[in-house]
């Protein structure tokens, strides 16, 4: 089992940047990918960014492509999401995730679960 908290969301205004962190603790020796999926109200859970491993393979959602940056530190087991130039539409409850060795954009795709952190961009 991996347990994953989220930290750093918050109340930002419109092009303003706010950091979100992850943090793994359990069974942290497999090498997962990690993810930041956001889910706003009434609509689906979205892949926002995926970072492998090894940090050689990542994705990017096409909303925040350019804006938007993750990281991971494997020896303090983190997870790090960089957000610029954020828009009211990034409005959203923002989750970490665990998955499978290679990102994928599937939320089913992902094992492990942080419980979220609200992110809110006021115009």
């Known amino acids: 089992q991996i347990q994953l908290v989220e930290s750093g969301g918050g109340l930002v205004q419109a092009g303003g940047s706010l950091s979100l962190s992850c943090a793994a603790s359990g069974r942290t020796g497999g090498r997962y990918t990690m993810a930041w999926f956001r889910q706003a109200p009434g609509m689906d859970r979205e892949i926002v960014a995926a970072l492998s491993w090894s940090g050689g393979s990542s994705y990017y959602a096409a909303p925040v492509k350019g804006r938007f940056t993750i990281s991971r530190d494997n020896a303090e087991n983190t997870v790090h999401l960089q957000m610029n130039n954020l828009k009211p539409e990034d409005t959203a409850v923002y989750y970490c995730?665990?998955?499978?060795?290679?990102?994928?954009?599937?939320?089913?795709?992902?094992?492990?679960w942080g419980q979220g952190t609200q992110v809110t961009v006021s115009s």
């Open positions: 995730a665990a998955g499978p060795a290679l990102p994928t954009i599937w939320p089913g795709n992902y094992e492990y």
